[in-house]
């Protein structure tokens, strides 16, 4: 959790651009993550939900 919080702490301090990618609702990442990194994440980022598709299913195009 510590080496986490200060890799997302410092790009944070250094208003370094960062893409996550998870999963995992937020409830989830703050129990994998710890409450510090989670918050920090909450306040650094803007979540964006994708609808899940199932491309397995689409028509293929021929």
């Known amino acids: 959790e510590e080496i986490t919080y200060r890799l ?3 790009r944070y301090n250094l208003m370094l651009p960062t893409l996550i990618t998870s ?4 409830r989830d990442l703050r129990g994998h ?3 510090r990194v989670a918050s920090r994440l909450a306040e650094m980022t803007t979540r964006v939900t994708f609808e899940p ?4 299913r689409q028509p293929h195009a021929a």
């Not at 598709?53 to 397995?56: I, M, N, S």
């Open 33 to 35: 993550l710890g409450d």
């Open 8 to 10: 997302i702490n410092r």
């Open 23 to 26: 999963n995992l609702a937020m």
């Open 53 to 56: 598709v199932d491309h397995r």
